[in-house]
């Protein structure tokens, strides 16, 4: 250390010196640009950017050690080999350019550091053919330990140096590899000017061939100068790049920021880069985000290693935001370009809305949309699975429950009345229900109840008291609602779950049946009654295409002049297979099922295309149910039929129960103040039988009271029914209204309404309903002359 210490402070002109390092610094740094610039570079102009790097170096290396050599003085004449020291140079740029060109081997990791020693051949070859070129009056003598020392140092430090000046994009990265460059030209070459010993020799004399040193300053003064200019060159390209670069970076940068997804770019588990979306999406700050690794944001390593070993290839996993809170997301990677090094880039799509989508489109597919139930075929599921764990001792109830008369509440409330009937069931219900009970909706006004794990039925009967109780808190019409349950049990009542339900409807079939508002338990009996009452339904619903319904007249006559005033149309339904069926039974089941609109709308029709055939003006009489009545279409119809029969409105009546009357007093009073608007007639039918009062026949606009036939079978035989009978001919009197007197059997009945001064009767005595052709000389001109008006009906027909 010492003899190199010496050699540099007394054998060499430390101005030369420290010229000979600056050059060696720009050479250094203008190879280690131009060498990174090559790298960026491709095809033919990467081979053009290596040979002008090479040349730069080699021209480096030799302008260093020969400025070194002029500041180096042996005290004794010398010169240069101008053969020598031109191969010298050619030395320096061949092996510095297969240095050069071997650290830039595609795919190589070991390419720098092999590269780099081979320059530092390149390095050593150049300063031993230069110290060959060099002669001198004397004896040079070599240290063979420095010299293997000068080789093993410059070789150590080049392979280091072109690794170090080709990591990374950082400033700091080409400083430290320009240094060590530096370092290895200089620590070479004093290390092996320190090896040198010359012991003058007056005899020796230099070759008159030699190169002056002179001559050798103005080569190395132009090789100098070229290296400068080669440094700015790569300085100016350095900074070209680099500005170029930030451009890129910044145009990028505003690409992702554009971008809607969230960005990162990854230089293999650490992120480098990100966009706005993503940094909003993690709810970090960018800089908080650029330099930690993928796992602060997605800790699920098997998600990562997946992420990182396919490319274009999607995968679901959760980002961890700073709260610890999680989003789920969907990662694609894709290999990128980035800073002149490969990375990765990764779309981070935000799946929360996708997932909340899914997870509403599942509940829609097992809810229903209007009150937030079970829906029948996740209902169906759960029976299965009830089914498959029960236990032996164990019981389970399925309760079916359909609304009563909830159609009335659609038809007089309007459908959003009806909804939000379904849902207070729904609510009120679901409210009295264990932990492990469901309540399903299975469509329209039915629910189904599951009650797993019943002791005995008696639990399942306090059940479907409960729900009863439940629905009788709420006297609000427009939401009071009763409903009716059948209850089935398994294994007792069956095992297959669509057998349990069938029974638990049969049941339900049983309760409405007696009474609604009610539970019953299902019984083998019940299942030929509801299949019985079922096809009733069917064939009902098809009677009118099948021509299996009727019209009956019965003659309505004056008491007092025997005068046939009109007919009461009367419907029937002879059956295919169960011949005459009573209307007491198929008239309520048309009403339950709403075929009644579509039988009231054929009775109207037909009777009045009937009645505008007669010659005589007489009425007809046509009842009409409370559900026609409340049918928002129903005056419309009515008056379409009349116009399309060409029927005088006086002569049509129809005949309305009092019980009509009373479900929606306003609406009902507007509608038959529509129909009196029309010239119509209206008859209070079967009066005394429901909620009679003075303030119905007040406030409604009836033209005919009709007592029920119950009461005049009785008032020769009961004086009560007597009494009630002249009450309600008082009050028709009084109010201006005639009575008809409905049901009139015997000439005594006869007699007591003749004598009590009633208005009209009605009845089998005074004619039984047929078929109107057995009328036709009561209403047709041409033969009513011919029988005796004057007489009672029951007379003419008997002359």
């Known amino acids: 250390m010492f003899r190199i210490y010496n050699c540099i402070a007394y054998a060499h002109d430390l101005r030369l010196v420290g010229l000979a390092a600056l050059v060696c610094v720009l050479a250094s740094f203008a190879a280690i640009n131009l060498l990174r610039h090559a790298r960026k570079s491709h095809g033919d102009m990467r081979g053009l950017w290596l ?44 092996l510095t350019g297969a240095g050069l060109a071997v650290s830039l081997t595609p795919n190589w990791r070991h390419g720098p550091w092999i590269g780099g020693a081979i320059v530092a051949g390149g390095i050593a070859a150049m300063h031993y053919t230069g110290m060959a070129a060099f002669e001198v009056a004397g004896i040079i003598l070599w240290d063979p330990v420095l010299v293997a020392a000068s080789i093993v140092l410059g070789a150590a430090i080049g392979a280091v140096a072109l690794p170090v000046g080709l990591h990374g994009n950082n400033e700091k990265w080409k400083i430290g590899g320009a240094v060590l460059l530096t370092l290895a030209i200089c620590s070479h070459h004093f290390t092996a000017m320190a090896a040198v010993s010359i012991i003058p020799d007056p005899t020796m004399e230099i070759s008159p061939s030699a190169l002056p040193a002179g001559w050798l300053a103005v080569g190395v003064a ?23 670069s930030e451009r890129e970076v910044d145009r990028m940068r505003d690409l992702a920021n554009a971008s809607v997804e969230g960005l990162l770019v990854c230089d293999g588990e650490v992120i480098v880069s990100v966009n706005t979306s993503f940094a909003r999406l993690a709810g970090l700050s960018s800089a908080n985000l650029v330099g930690a690794r993928l796992e602060s944001c997605f800790p699920d390593q098997v998600a990562r290693t997946e992420l990182l070993s396919r490319s274009n290839q999607t995968v679901e996993t959760e980002l961890r935001h700073l709260d610890g809170s999680t989003t789920p997301v969907e990662l694609i990677l894709r290999p990128i370009v980035f800073a002149g090094r490969p990375h990765q880039v990764v ?5 929360q809305a996708r997932k909340n989508a899914e997870q509403h489109i599942y509940f829609l597919a097992h809810h229903d949309a209007l009150t937030s139930l079970p829906n029948r075929s996740h209902f169906n599921a759960r029976i299965d699975q009830e089914i498959a764990v029960l236990t032996p001792g164990r019981s389970l109830a399925v309760l079916c429950l359909d609304l009563d008369r909830f159609k009335e509440i659609n038809d007089l ?3 959003s009345a009806g909804d939000q009937v379904l849902q207070t069931v729904a609510s009120r219900i679901t409210a009295v229900l264990g932990e492990r009970q469901m309540m399903a909706r299975l469509g329209g006004d039915e629910f189904a109840i599951l009650m797993p794990d019943v002791a005995n039925p008696a639990a399942a009967g306090r059940l479907a008291e409960t729900i009863l109780e439940a629905l009788r808190t709420d006297d609000t019409p427009e939401t009071h609602v009763s409903t009716s349950i059948g209850i089935a049990l398994c294994p007792e009542d069956a095992t297959d779950r669509q057998v349990l339900l069938t029974h638990a409807d049969t049941a339900l079939y049983r309760a409405k049946t007696e009474g609604r508002n009610t539970y019953r338990f299902f019984e083998a009996r019940m299942g030929a009654e509801v299949r019985e009452r079922r096809m009733l339904e069917h064939d009902l619903r098809h009677a009118i295409a099948r021509d299996e319904l009727r019209l009956v007249y019965q003659p309505q006559q004056e008491i007092q002049s025997g005068k046939v005033i009109g007919f009461e149309a009367l419907l029937r339904w002879k059956h295919p297979t169960r011949g005459e069926i009573s209307p007491a039974v198929f008239i309520p089941i048309a009403e339950e099922t709403g075929a009644i609109l579509q039988i009231g709308d054929w009775v109207l029709k037909t009777a009045c295309r009937e009645a505008a055939t ?14 026609q009545l409340h049918n928002a279409k129903f005056v419309h119809e009515l008056h379409q039929i009349l116009l399309e029969f060409g029927l005088p409105p006086r002569r049509l009546e129809i005949e309305i129960t009092e019980t009509a009357l009373v ?26 039988t429901g909620y009679s009062s003075l303030s119905t026949l007040r406030a409604f606009p009836f033209d005919r009271i009709k007592i029920d036939g119950s009461f005049i079978k009785s008032v020769n035989s009961n004086g009560q029914a007597a009494t009630i009978v002249r009450a309600v001919l008082g009050l028709g009197r009084g109010l201006g209204l005639p009575v008809l007197a409905e049901g009139v059997e015997t000439d005594a009945e006869l007699q007591f309404l003749h004598d009590e001064l009633c208005d009209e009767v009605q009845g089998y005595l005074l004619g039984r309903p047929a078929a109107i052709g057995s009328f036709r000389n009561l209403t047709h001109a041409d033969l009513a002359s011919d029988a005796s008006g004057d007489l009672p009906l029951r007379a003419a027909q008997s002359a």
Do not use: C, E
């Open 51 to 94: 040979a002008v790097s090479a040349i730069s170096t080699g021209f480096g290396i030799w302008a260093t050690h020969f400025i070194a050599m002029l500041a180096f003085t042996p005290g004794i004449p010398s010169g240069y080999n101008i053969v020598l020291t031109i191969l010298s140079l050619l030395a320096a740029i061949l």
């Open 222 to 244: 132009i090789a100098s100068f070229g290296i400068i200019g080669l440094a700015l060159a790569g300085v100016v390209l350095d900074i070209r790049d680099h500005r170029r």
């Open 347 to 351: 779309a981070v799509r935000d799946l």
């Open 413 to 415: 409330f309007g459908h």
């Open 614 to 627: 007669w010659t005589q003006p007489l009425k007809i009489a046509v009842n009409v149910s409370a559900v």
């Open 663 to 688: 479900r929606d007093f306003n609406r009902t009073l507007g509608m038959l103040r529509q129909i009196k608007a029309l010239g119509i007639r209206i008859a209070m039918d079967d009066f005394g």
